[in-house]
């Protein structure tokens, strides 16, 4: 291993070069002392058992941890809105008409865009169909959408609705992409020839940033790049992709994302998301949209006068005003995020994922009664922070284990256990922890 400073960061970083990994306690906890992150583990509420002794929580790719700075967030705004009522709007700490713009710098710094490009608001799906009424537009001739097959249920009923919505066959309008025979991720160059295959009536190809069983991360810039090269526009979804992956939207000229703050972005159960449009379609007053009076251009929005005139940039995008509430937990994490910073993360998180492959596999090998494979991509520039473990057999019995062992994993049905080692919250030691826990699995 080698270790390089970084100076814009002020951050000591350290790069694989065949690292030689140890399984015990004394080896992790050395990791542990190195990692200059390793501070913000103490900025997180972690669940209990009944003994009160903290949880190995390994379950962020589905709900991240509460930051301790949350309550303190809710009670200001509770506060606001008790002694100064509507006037919290104008008045308050925390002026509500602009709340949303508290949130927007640091959003565009986790995906890697200009701030006009980004705007926090509403929820996850909602936000995709917002975006896929500017960008899914059919025509005679151009009318289908490319996306992978197996993609999170919400995101299928999404597309499907929205072939149906226009009149359209949903089965003549998806294209869905699966992995070759004996494999479980997609390769990027199967993906691109479908893209090419469907040059001439592909109008949008939407697909996760991470697909959220295997944990593959699709590349987003050739995909998006192709979809240009044939004139379609590329959409992304990126529940599993923020916070835990160093995006560069802007710079990749992807075309639209949304994303949800309740995962790697820690910021409470349903909570408010995020969208990116391109800044060379955000500051176009005609790029088209539904509207709403959140949206319409600021200085003039409650002159209540017809005919709507967007806001510049993603904001003109919105509907509705801010969810003060979600937000203000939402900017408590925000802010971690930005003092951490993403690439700092994103190298810990590449470390972090090695070892617990390399622990899993460790008790693997000296246990009979584990039997899975990991799904997810070997290579760290193709996963972010998590392992899907495919069982041939024993998968609940394992998961059972680790639950009762006082550690949260995630099943997915009907053979997989999903494990996420959020940089934020998660050390090496837990890390090793965990192995030992599988590694003491028996099914009898």
Same mark, same amino acid.
Request: glycine share 6%; with cysteine; charged share 20%.
């Given at each position: $291993?080698?270790?390089?400073?970084?100076?814009?960061?002020?951050?000591?970083?350290?790069?694989?070069?065949? $690292?030689? #990994?140890?399984?015990?306690?004394?080896?992790?906890?050395?990791?542990?002392?190195?990692?200059?992150? +390793?501070?913000?583990?103490?900025?997180?509420?972690?669940?209990?058992?009944?003994?009160?002794?903290?949880?190995?929580?390994?379950?962020?790719?589905?709900?991240?941890?509460?930051?301790?700075?949350?309550?303190?967030?809710?009670?200001?705004?509770?506060?606001?809105?008790?002694?100064?009522?509507?006037?919290?709007?104008?008045?308050?700490?925390?002026?509500?008409?602009?709340?949303?713009?508290?949130?927007?710098?640091?959003?565009?710094?986790?995906?890697?865009?200009?701030?006009?490009?980004?705007?926090?608001?509403?929820?996850?799906?909602?936000?995709?169909?917002?975006?896929?009424?500017?960008?899914?537009?059919?025509?005679?001739?151009?009318?289908?959408?490319? $996306?992978?097959?197996?993609?999170?249920?919400?995101?299928?009923?999404?597309?499907?609705?929205?072939?149906?919505?226009? %009149?359209?066959?949903?089965?003549?309008? /998806?294209?869905?992409?699966?992995?070759?025979?004996?494999?479980?991720?997609? *390769?990027?160059?199967? /993906?691109?020839?479908?893209?090419?295959?469907?040059?001439?009536?592909?109008?949008?190809?939407?697909?996760?940033?991470?697909?959220?069983?295997?944990?593959?991360?699709?590349?987003? =810039?050739?995909?998006?790049?192709?979809?240009?090269?044939?004139? !379609?526009?590329?959409? #992304?979804?990126?529940?599993?992709?923020?916070?835990?992956?160093?995006? +560069?939207?802007?710079?990749?000229?992807?075309?639209?994302? !949304?994303?949800? @703050?309740?995962?790697?972005?820690? @910021?409470?159960?349903?909570?408010? %998301?995020?969208? #990116?449009?391109?800044?060379?379609?955000?500051?176009?007053?005609?790029?088209?949209?539904?509207?709403?009076?959140?949206?319409?251009?600021?200085?003039?929005?409650?002159?209540?006068?017809?005919?709507?005139?967007?806001?510049?940039?993603?904001?003109?995008?919105?509907?509705?005003?801010?969810?003060?509430?979600?937000?203000?937990?939402?900017?408590?994490?925000?802010?971690?995020?930005?003092?951490?910073?993403?690439?700092?993360?994103?190298?810990?998180?590449?470390?972090?994922?090695?070892?617990?492959?390399?622990?899993?596999?460790?008790?693997? @090998?000296?246990?009979?009664?584990?039997?899975?494979?990991?799904?997810?991509?070997?290579?760290?520039?193709?996963?972010?922070?998590?392992?899907?473990?495919?069982?041939? +057999?024993?998968?609940?019995?394992?998961?059972?284990?680790?639950?009762?062992?006082?550690?949260?994993?995630?099943? =997915?049905?009907?053979?997989?256990? *999903?494990?996420?080692?959020?940089?934020?919250?998660?050390?090496?030691?837990?890390?090793?922890?965990?192995?030992?826990?599988?590694?003491?699995?028996?099914? /009898?």
């Amino acid at each position: $291993m080698r270790i390089l400073y970084m100076p814009k960061t002020k951050y000591w970083v350290k790069f694989e070069t065949n $690292m030689h #990994f140890e399984n015990n306690q004394k080896f992790a906890q050395n990791l542990d002392s190195a990692d200059k992150l +390793k501070q913000y583990k103490e900025e997180f509420i972690f669940p209990s058992n009944s003994d009160n002794v903290p949880t190995l929580y390994f379950c962020g790719n589905s709900l991240g941890l509460q930051p301790k700075g949350a309550l303190h967030s809710l009670q200001v705004e509770l506060t606001d809105w008790g002694k100064l009522g509507v006037e919290g709007h104008f008045h308050g700490n925390n002026p509500w008409f602009h709340y949303h713009k508290f949130l927007t710098d640091y959003s565009a710094n986790v995906v890697g865009a200009n701030p006009i490009e980004v705007v926090v608001m509403n929820h996850l799906t909602v936000n995709l169909h917002l975006l896929f009424a500017t960008f899914y537009r059919p025509t005679k001739n151009r009318f289908k959408i490319i $996306m992978e097959a197996g993609a999170f249920p919400s995101d299928m009923y999404a597309i499907e609705s929205q072939a149906l919505f226009h %009149g359209l066959n949903p089965d003549e309008v /998806i294209i869905e992409i699966s992995p070759r025979d004996g494999e479980f991720t997609l *390769r990027t160059e199967d /993906i691109l020839d479908t893209i090419e295959q469907n040059k001439t009536d592909t109008a949008l190809v939407f697909f996760s940033g991470v697909q959220y069983y295997t944990g593959q991360y699709f590349d987003i =810039r050739s995909i998006t790049q192709k979809a240009h090269e044939v004139g !379609a526009f590329a959409g #992304f979804d990126l529940a599993h992709a923020a916070g835990n992956l160093d995006l +560069k939207l802007h710079e990749w000229d992807v075309d639209f994302a !949304a994303w949800c @703050s309740y995962k790697y972005l820690n @910021s409470g159960p349903g909570n408010v %998301g995020g969208v #990116f449009i391109h800044e060379k379609h955000c500051t176009n007053p005609s790029t088209p949209r539904l509207s709403g009076w959140w949206g319409h251009q600021e200085e003039s929005r409650f002159l209540m006068k017809k005919g709507y005139i967007p806001e510049l940039g993603a904001a003109g995008w919105q509907l509705s005003n801010a969810p003060v509430f979600g937000m203000a937990v939402h900017l408590v994490s925000l802010k971690l995020f930005e003092t951490a910073k993403i690439e700092n993360l994103r190298n810990k998180s590449i470390q972090l994922t090695n070892y617990l492959q390399f622990v899993l596999e460790d008790a693997k @090998s000296k246990n009979l009664d584990l039997d899975f494979n990991i799904i997810t991509p070997s290579d760290s520039n193709s996963r972010g922070a998590q392992l899907s473990l495919l069982f041939e +057999k024993n998968g609940r019995a394992v998961f059972d284990h680790i639950t009762k062992n006082n550690s949260i994993v995630d099943w =997915r049905e009907p053979n997989v256990i *999903r494990i996420a080692p959020a940089p934020l919250y998660n050390s090496f030691e837990d890390v090793q922890k965990l192995g030992e826990i599988f590694a003491s699995f028996s099914k /009898i």
